[in-house]
């Protein structure tokens, strides 16, 4: 059992900067499949950015591509999110996942909810215009 946990979420203006967080208790990171993604008000959860378990392909939504960036920390138990130019479209919670590598090839990113069995509680980030 994984047991993620976001942080880093808060209210900001349009134009500002935020670094999410997504840690896991007690087990590292570094071999999992991991992705973020934001669920606004009345709408469905939709993906914003993955990262392979190998690390070394990362993929983004065509609305955040270019602002956003997923990495992995030295730390091997964390993922970040750092979104930079934020827009009030960009106001949702916002909740990591995480799939265990057995099922996906090494430069995988898997965009869909179901193909993630672990799941965050989720962080609230709004963005004022």
């Known amino acids: 059992q994984v047991q993620l946990v976001e942080s880093g979420g808060g209210l900001v203006q349009a134009g500002g900067s935020l670094r999410l967080s997504c840690a896991a208790s007690?087990?590292?990171?570094?071999?999992?499949?991991m992705g973020w993604f934001r669920q606004a008000p009345g709408k469905e959860r939709e993906f914003v950015a993955g990262?392979?378990?190998?690390?070394?392909?990362?993929n983004y939504a065509d609305s955040v591509e270019g602002r956003f960036t997923i990495s992995r920390g030295n730390a091997e138990n964390t993922v970040y999110l750092q979104m930079n130019s934020l827009k009030p479209e960009d106001t949702a919670v916002y909740y990591c996942?995480?799939?265990?590598?057995?099922?996906?090839?090494?430069?995988?990113?898997?965009?869909?909810?179901?193909?993630?069995?672990?799941w965050g509680q989720g962080t609230q980030v709004t963005v004022s215009s």
């Open positions: 007690g087990r590292t990171l570094s071999s999992y499949v």
């Open positions: 996942a995480a799939n265990t590598p057995a099922a996906f090839k090494s430069w995988a990113t898997p965009t869909r909810t179901n193909e993630y069995d672990y």
């Open positions: 990262i392979s378990w190998s690390g070394g392909n990362t």
